[in-house]
């Protein structure tokens, strides 16, 4: 499967903007609907491909930018959890984390959840195998 690095990048800004959102307002539901984002990400079906009518010029391998969205729904759903316990510390903490990953990728291009893929299948010989797309 190929993603189109132009919904990647739009992706990384808009949910920047909704992390830091979510930091200011400390609203769980905003995180609720992120996380909601990240695991249509994960799932290849980005909300924000219906910005993109015109077919793009390059392509690049969907796994490690599918990987990065579990990534950051992890993070979206400790964040959940610290606020539905009421522990802020951990909701703040995950979601700022959350957000600095999304903020390197929308403002450097650069995906710390894409180069955990890639370490991941450079450490891992079995993770080398090829995977049916």
Do not use: H
């Not at 996380?35 to 010029?57: C, D, H, I, L, M």
């Not at 539905?84 to 710390?112: E, H, K, R, S, V």
């Amino acid at each position: 499967m190929r993603a189109d690095p132009r919904v990647l990048r739009l992706g990384a800004a808009v949910t920047t903007l909704v992390l830091a959102l979510v930091l200011v307002t400390e609203s769980g539901w905003l995180l609720a609907v992120q996380a909601v984002v990240f695991a249509a990400g994960v799932a290849g079906r980005s909300p924000y491909k219906v910005f993109f009518r015109s077919p793009p010029t390059k392509t690049e391998d969907a796994r490690p930018p599918r990987f990065a969205q579990a990534v950051g729904l992890s993070f979206a759903v400790a964040g959940l959890i610290g606020f539905i316990a009421g522990i802020t510390p951990l909701a703040l903490g995950a979601t700022a984390a959350a957000l600095l990953a999304a903020f390197l990728n929308a403002a450097f291009g650069f995906c710390l959840g894409c180069e955990m893929y890639l370490m991941i299948r450079r450490l891992l010989p079995a993770a080398n195998m090829e995977v049916p797309q």
